[in-house]
């Protein structure tokens, strides 16, 4: 009887795709994947290390899949990523219930870690393996959509002074080009009919290859070649390496969602120098200005509460957020990470204006989004189908990304299929959803 697996993915989509990939292996090699941990003989924790709350979220998933060694089969409990990357000393000790710890960089020795935890040894990350696995991945994502299985890089070389990737994945490192295109192939043969593309910094794909090319347009127009391909999607662009040639690809290739994932983190010079990112506030807003000139969608994402700022920057950054009039916009309290340079800045924020300063952006976003939707109310769009909540079906449209943006809310009598693409007209909006009916 083959022995049962179980696998716990926490944190980001790139995260996800490790987990995918572990599953394949596994599955590949007669172990049978189960969804109920309490069947598990052998659970996996996928781990993310990358704030503090996340910290704790995987914490607690550990603890909580802990219980079933004596509620459940379990036998075997593992931790894998970021956080077991980060930490590994401390998870040994203070969490005897594991019985060993895989980086990120782990997975190709899997098997080694069951024989050895089998011999009774407790194994320890490396960290210093193959990071871009060839394996047929288990999908967790519904099978029409494959918005979190290719990922084009890992690492990152940018150095922000408050982000722990670069110390938890290390420097950018490009996946091999003939690779990427081979799993879309696969995928789409499979039934896949949206690829969205991730990295930690998707447009700089290419740049550490021996020509210092970067080849994002390349690959998202080779991947639009292939035969089965709706949509085409790529998130997580650095904004000093979009180049007008990746913006015109965008704009021009029809397979391509005119849909920008463009984290700016702030607009105040002084404090974007302080944040270690590269670019003004002049040329950020060049780059927004002709993202809209090309009708392409910007989604970005802002940081508030580092240390340093005043209440005249985040007032800076209001303003901006106010007249550039994002379709998508997320933010975030800035968290102190340990080893990062951020950590030690003096003049940090006390948690209260924090917060307050979240709730003042969101409220002004959520204002901003509330009438951008009204204006799509008469509208005729092409939804895809992601499922039935409520009485109704969920889409969404090119300019909604899954899992991050509003979806579409269908009324319909006629029975739809997740995975089919309808002509929907808009009737409604709120702040962040939609509202529709089928356009026969």
Known sequence: MATKVGMISLGCCKNRVDSEVLLGMLAKHGYEIVSDPAEAEIIFVNTCGFIESAKEESIDAIFEMAEYKKTGRLKKLFVTGCLSQRYPDALKQEIPEVDGLMGVSDYGRIFEFLKEADGGARPMCTGDGERFLKAERVLTTPSYSAYVNIRIGDGCSNRCTYCAIPLI?????????????????????????????????????????????????????????????????????????????????????????????????????????????????????????KCHEYGILVRTTMIVGFPGETDAQFETLMNFVKESRFERLGAFTYSPEEGTPACTMPDQVDEDVKNQRLDDLMMAQQAISAEINESRVGSVVEALIDGEEDGAYIARSALEAPESD?????????????????????TGADAYDLMGVIEE
């Open 169 to 289: 994945r290390g420097p950018y490192r490009s996946r091999p080009y003939d690779d990427i295109l081979e799993e879309c192939r696969a995928l789409v043969a499979r039934g896949v009919t949206e690829l969205i593309f991730i990295a930690q910094d998707t447009s700089r794909y290419g740049n550490d290859f021996p020509a210092h090319t970067l080849l994002l347009p390349r690959l998202l127009r080779e991947a639009s070649e292939i035969p089965g391909v709706h949509w085409v999607r790529v998130l997580y662009c650095y904004p000093d390496t979009v180049t007008d040639e990746l913006l015109r690809e965008i704009r021009d290739n029809d397979k391509i969602v005119k849909y920008m994932d463009l984290p700016l983190q702030h607009i105040d010079d002084e404090l974007l120098k302080r944040m270690n990112r590269r670019g003004t506030s002049e040329e950020i807003r060049a780059l927004i200005k």
């Open 406 to 426: 509003g979806v579409i809310r269908i009324a319909a009598d006629k029975k739809l299929t997740p995975g089919e693409y309808v002509r929907v007209r808009i």
